[in-house]
Structures are given as C-alpha cells and as structure tokens.
C-alpha cells in the first residue's frame, strides 16, 4: 500500500514538471524515429509486396539463393569459433592478472596496453597487419619462411583477426568476476587437498560459468555483426553482413537486402535477450557482492611460469600486428621494397583529399560525442531516479542499437528516410546530410554510455537529490548543478568513448556517407580493398594517434578535475 502510494505520489511529482514532461516526450520521440522507426521499415520491406499484401516471397526468394545459404553458414561458424576462442583466450588473461602473482609490472603495462588497443583503433587494422604479415608478400611468410602462395583470406584469417579483436573485450569482463570470487571458498578447497586445477574446475569454473557464457554471446553478437574484417580478409568467404552490403551496393536489390537484415537482427536480438536477461542477470545473482578479503595470489613457478609465457607472448604478438600498421605506411613498396620514406603520408594530404578526410571525421564525431554524453546521462537518470510508465520503453530501446549491426541499422536508414514514410516529406532532408551521421553516432554509442551513467548513478544516495526538490529547485536545476557534478566521470568517460566509437565506426555510415562527405574509415577500407596499403596504412596511422591521443588527453582532464583515475572505454 505504502509503495503503491510512493508511486502515485512520485507520478503526480513529476507531472507537475514540465520540463522533464518535455524531456521525456523529446526522448521517446527520438528513440521511436532513429531506432525504432528504421527497423521497422526494414520489416515492412521484408513482408509487404508491392500490390501491398502481406507475403513471405522476398523471404522465400532469399533464402534460396546459393550465396545466402552459404552466408548465414559461414557467419555461424565464425562467430561460434570466435565466441569460443575468445571467451577462452579472455578467462586466461583474467586468471592470470587476477590470481597469478606478476614478476614485473612490464606484464600489468602489457595487458593495459592489449585491452586499450582494440578499444582505440579502426575494426580492421588487424586484417591490414595480418595480410601484411601472413599474405603473399607477407614478412613472416615470403621472407622469413620462404612461402610464396600463402593466402590468409577466408574462414581462418577472418576467425584469428575477430578473436585477437574481440578477446579484450571478455578479458575485461572476466577480470570484474574473478576479482568478486571469494577466496576463502576456494581456500577452503585447497585445505581439504584438492590440486589448483581441481579447485578451478570444481570451485571457480562453476561460479563464472554464466559470466563465461555472456563473454561468449557479447563476442559472438559483435562477431556475425562485423562487417569490417570481413570486408577486408574474407575473400570469397562471404559473411551476412558483407552479402547485405554487396546485395544493395552490388546487386541494387533493396528488398533482398531488407530481408537478409531483418535475418541478421533476429539472431542478434535473441542473443542479445539470452545474454542480457538471462545470463548477465544470472552472473549477477552468482557472484554478488565483493571478496571478503585480499585473495593470496599464485607464486608457484609451475603455474605462474606457462601461463605468464602463453599470455606475454600472445600479447606481445598482438602489439606486433599493431606496430605493423605505422610501419606499412613508412616502407615505400610492403613486401618488395622496405626503404623509409613518408610518401604515403604525403599523398594522404595531397592527391586523396586526407584534410578533408580528417576534418570531416573528426567534427562529426565532435558533434556527436557531447550530445551522446548528455543523452546517456538524461536517460540514466529517469530510468534510476524516477518513476513513469514509459521508463521501462526509453531504457529498452536505448540499450536495442547494442543489438543491431551497423549493416542492418545502415539499410535500415537508407529505407526509413530515402522513402518509407519521411521520403516525400518530413525529416527527408536529413538523408545525405552530415546530420544523418551524427545521429547515426548518437545511436550506435547510446547503449554504451547509458550503462555507465546507470552504474553511476545507483552509487547516489537519493536524499541528496531530494534535499535539492526541498529547497524548489526543479528538476532541470537538480540535474544539472546536482546530479551532473557528481556523475561527471561518467559524463567524460561517455564523451571520449563515443567520440573514439564515431570516429572509428565503419559499418552503418559506409551505406550512408555520400560524395559530400568523406570520413576516414570508408577511405581505409577503400584502399585496403584496392590493395593500396601504404595509403590505407597512413590512414589508419593518423586515426589511431587522433583517437588514444584523445584518450590521454581526457585522462588528464579527469585526473584533473574528476574523481576517478582513468577513462573506461568498457
């Protein structure tokens, strides 16, 4: 009775405001056209026929084409191997930094630097350094083992550059639940006589065992989602997200795209509803709370030893293929002629328009990130801090754009806003615009900054912010000189992550961006495609100094002015 009354009061509280009234409205709206909108259309495309009846034809007629079936084949053994070995590959780094005592802190410089790696630099550097690596005219393989005919295209060379892309990512997550484990239960098994390996596979195995399995799903989403290393190092090894591409880019069959992106978004989104309503709630309930105590960590050089071995030289492997990158554009010919020289660089700025390329990524992505922030915070707020009916709808469809891949969102934009309701009319002079970018990178960042924010904001005692209502500050005031301040972290982090997400992004935009706007990533894998890997090397040389600078820059900021030590690009 007393809740139900809570609630009502809370509802008439915020009725009275018309500010956040407002604000909520503009949201749905947002949310409802830029999201829901988009997908939509995708889904009367796939379905209605042009006499305008309900059919399954597009979808019978898709699914009988041979490069469709051998797609969604291909993308599922990719993603499944990837899953695997980067859940795997993730639990040895987290086991290693969590219970094995490091010699040197080189080690904890060197799993810092893996993790941030892939966070900071374009989606498919990667597959530049492991053609450049492993190719025909590959160093290791021409010149140091003398094979002339390797070809890294296809299943294997798209599976190892998803799993060292992706690995971090599970890294970063095991590490959080092995550090929660209490150690006294595995303590405990130990006195009883029970070998390490035994106590972690009778103790520790079990109790991160649904944590495992979301780090599986979150790196198989991203992996049949991936459209950049796919692109780059499949060859004829055709994925879904490639075929939507080549099917409206290729084949101008914009109904066959449609249905092949409705199909790509319901695998997403189921495995996206099983790893977050069941498995993240599931890991949650298993492991809640901290340790107890300081866990004693592992000095035995039977265990430290070949565990340190595999993961410093995995990691010193993965900075490797890095480095690979700024070298590719300092070499004047890769594989043929290695004398220095900054050509490659020079043609960026000269013949292939490298200032505008920069200039137009990097405001874009500057124009986004902030408002991104921003938003994060606004819809962190209403779904912690207050109660409305829609409140479940607005942190539902914020957190949706984590499950659709920039392909489908990509077709999904091009349908909604070149034709579908807003083609003749409203809203159609977005399409082609730069303002259709920074909305696309306001969507693709959203879910990502309103986890933080939501985080952080459930650190925040409540009265604080009432003492605030008690003194008649509405709520706009209580949020900003409030509640802002003491989630600015948060706020920072949001901002730097967003900007680094936009203006490395490449899988919505490159069905999107027109001649009017040229933008780093689409330059990258236009000339990674043609085989100019000088150029595409300079390119994505000057993007991964733009992006960790601007990481270290907003490091210090936070230092400066915030409470927490580092940005989390989590």
């Known amino acids: 009775m007393a809740k139900s009354q809570s609630a009502s009061l809370d509802r008439k509280k915020l009725m009275g405001d018309p500010i956040m009234v407002t604000t909520i409205l503009l949201l749905i709206v947002f949310l409802t056209v830029f999201i829901l909108y988009p997908l939509a259309i995708l889904l009367v495309d796939s379905f209605i026929s042009d006499e305008g009846g309900v059919t399954l034809h597009t979808f019978r007629r898709v699914l009988d084409l041979p490069n469709f079936r051998r797609a969604i084949t291909n993308t599922l053994k990719v993603g499944f191997l990837v899953g695997i070995a980067s859940a795997l590959i993730g639990l040895l780094f987290a086991y290693v930094e969590v219970y094995v005592k490091l010699r040197t802190r080189f080690m904890e410089g060197l799993f810092k630097v893996v993790s941030m790696l892939p966070v900071v630099s374009p989606p498919f550097v ?299 009319g409203f809203l159609q002079g977005l399409y082609g615009t730069g303002t259709i970018l920074v909305i696309v990178f306001i969507v693709r960042s959203l879910p990502t900054g309103t986890r933080s924010g939501i985080s952080a904001l459930r650190q925040i005692d409540k009265s604080i912010e009432e003492s605030a209502y008690d003194m008649g500050a509405d709520s706009f005031k209580v949020f900003m000189t409030v509640t802002l301040p003491l989630i600015k972290d948060s706020f920072l982090s949001g901002f730097v992550t967003s900007f680094v997400r936009s203006i490395t992004a490449i899988s919505a935009i490159i069905l999107l961006v027109t001649p009017s706007y040229l933008l780093i990533t689409v330059q990258i894998n236009e000339f990674a495609e043609k085989g100019s890997y000088g150029i595409a090397c300079a390119f994505a040389s000057i993007l991964i100094l733009i992006t960790y600078s601007s990481v270290l820059i907003m490091n210090l900021i936070i230092k400066k002015f915030g409470t927490s030590k580092k940005v989390n690009l989590d």
């Open 126 to 424: 990667l597959s530049l350094s492991m053609i450049m690596l492993f190719g025909k005219a590959g160093i290791i393989t021409r010149f140091l083992l003398h094979i002339y005919d390797n070809s890294v295209y296809g299943f294997w060379g798209i599976a190892i550059v998803q799993t060292l892309t992706f690995f971090p990512v599970c890294y970063m997550m095991l590490k959080g639940l092995l550090k929660n484990i209490d150690p006294s239960l595995e303590e405990a098994a130990r006195d009883m006589g029970a070998s390490r390996f035994k106590v972690f596979m009778t103790v520790t195995l079990p109790l991160i065992l649904p944590g495992l399995g979301n780090a599986f799903l979150v790196t198989f989403i991203e992996s049949i989602a991936d459209f950049a290393n796919p692109m780059i190092i499949g060859g004829s090894y055709d994925t879904l997200a490639t075929t939507i591409y080549l099917q409206i880019t290729g084949a101008y069959d914009k109904q066959g795209a449609a249905a092949m992106a409705v199909i790509l978004l319901a695998i997403t989104l189921l495995m996206f509803v099983v790893q977050k309503y069941y498995l993240e709630a599931k890991s949650t309930a298993t492991l809640s709370g901290k340790a107890s105590r300081e866990r004693m960590l592992i000095t035995d050089r039977s265990v430290t030893a070949p565990l340190t071995i595999m993961c410093s030289a995995l990691a010193l492997f993965v900075i490797i293929m890095y480095i690979c990158v700024p070298f590719g554009a300092l070499f004047r010919t890769w594989g043929y002629d290695f004398h220095l020289t900054f050509k490659w660089f020079g043609l960026v700025f000269t013949r292939y328009k490298g200032f505008k390329a920069f200039k137009d990524s990097f405001v874009l992505s500057l124009i986004s990130a902030p408002i991104t922030a921003l938003l994060s915070m606004i819809i962190s707020y209403l779904v912690v801090k207050r109660k409305f009916k829609a409140k479940g709808f607005i942190e539902a469809v914020s957190m949706l754009a984590m499950a659709v891949p920039g392909t489908v969102l990509g077709i999904g934009y091009i349908r909604g806003f070149s034709g579908g309701l807003f083609g003749s």
